[in-house]
């Protein structure tokens, strides 16, 4: 019987990092390793050595990151470029001296041009300007996206990149003012249903569209690509070429739509307003999925089924809170 494989899966608590560990557990092939922040703060580049050294996982999934909403990115543009800088620099730098050869690094579709042709193509990357109220953790994720093509170049590394969509589901983050859009629009729903306000105010004018996708989809998509033959893994990170993956559903929604939607699954029956005010962010998000398509994976769950789960995982939340 072979040895399994270590996965050291950073960020386990968050949306995508719980999503991967569910799915790496069902697969029942690897040794999961995790590790609260409380007892491992990787932008402490000692402890973060030393952790690898003790360790010494085969595989790496980089979930960990500072993440946020149009706002706590608009208001913390530092804390976004630093703390994610520094949590990729430790995280790359000692899995390379554990002899860690295969890593997936989670970025984020914000990478893209704000203004970019849809779907969004892996080689758009660096072909036009950021979106800019998120350009800080835009240009941190794009140095996590250039560690991985030039530690397989200099290295020979297998470091892949992969680029989700926008993701909810359970274990969100349901933060009034630093949450994005679905579970931020799930709160606010709610809470006016549970105080029978007469209507709740979504940021911008409802017409961006966006791209949602269930977060265990995307734990799946990670374990899929993770129990991929050698030949067929290093065949996806090229000493020559960049790394990098989309991952998403292949359509995507107007921001009234999503928002009608989850007030119809909550049960609120007051109005929706529209703060024209506040900003819109990038016009559209959708991202080729061909490359996902071609190694055979593609996302399960409907967006209406997808919703129905997170709104149940917020209620349990808040009945534990």
């Not at 557990?25 to 050294?53: K, M, S, W």
């Not at 990098?244 to 929604?253: A, P, T, Y």
């Not at 016009?283 to 129905?308: C, F, N, Q, Y």
């Amino acid at each position: 019987m072979l040895e399994q494989k270590k996965v050291f899966v950073a960020g386990h608590n968050g949306l995508v990092g719980a999503a991967t560990v569910h799915s790496l557990r069902e697969q029942g092939r690897y040794g999961i390793v995790t590790c609260p922040h409380e007892q491992l703060d990787l932008e402490d580049r000692e402890a973060t050595y030393n952790f690898f050294e003790r360790t010494k996982p085969d595989y790496v999934v980089m979930c960990a990151a500072k993440v946020g909403g149009i706002l706590a990115n608009a208001t913390y543009p530092v804390d976004f470029l630093h703390k994610n800088l520094r949590i990729q620099l430790n995280v790359f730098d000692a899995a390379y001296a554990s002899n860690v050869r295969r890593m997936i690094f989670l970025g984020s579709s914000c990478i893209y041009p704000r203004e970019c042709l849809q779907p969004i193509r892996e080689e758009y990357l660096l072909t036009g300007p950021l979106e800019a109220t998120n350009r800080a953790y835009a240009l941190a994720k794009i140095a996590g996206v250039e560690a991985c093509h030039s530690f397989n170049r200099q290295f020979g590394t297998s470091y892949l990149a992969l680029m989700p969509t926008n993701l909810y589901g359970p274990g969100d983050n349901y933060h009034p003012q630093n949450s994005h859009v679905v579970p931020a629009l799930i709160r606010r729903f709610h809470e006016a249903k549970q105080q029978y306000e007469k209507s709740v105010v979504v940021w911008g004018s409802g017409k961006p569209r966006r791209e949602f996708m269930f977060s265990l989809d995307m734990g799946d998509a990670i374990a899929y690509l993770l129990g991929l033959p050698d030949e067929q893994f290093d065949g996806l990170t090229p000493p020559d070429g960049t790394p990098l993956i989309n991952v998403g559903v292949g359509h995507d929604m107007t921001i009234s739509e999503i928002a009608s939607l989850i007030k119809s699954i909550v049960g609120y029956e007051g109005n929706i307003e529209f703060d024209i005010s506040k900003p819109d962010g990038t016009p559209r998000k959708l991202l080729d999925v061909t490359k996902m398509s071609e190694l055979g994976w593609k996302a399960k769950t409907g967006i209406d089924e997808g919703l129905h789960l997170a709104y149940e995982d917020f209620l349990r939340k808040q009945a534990r809170d």
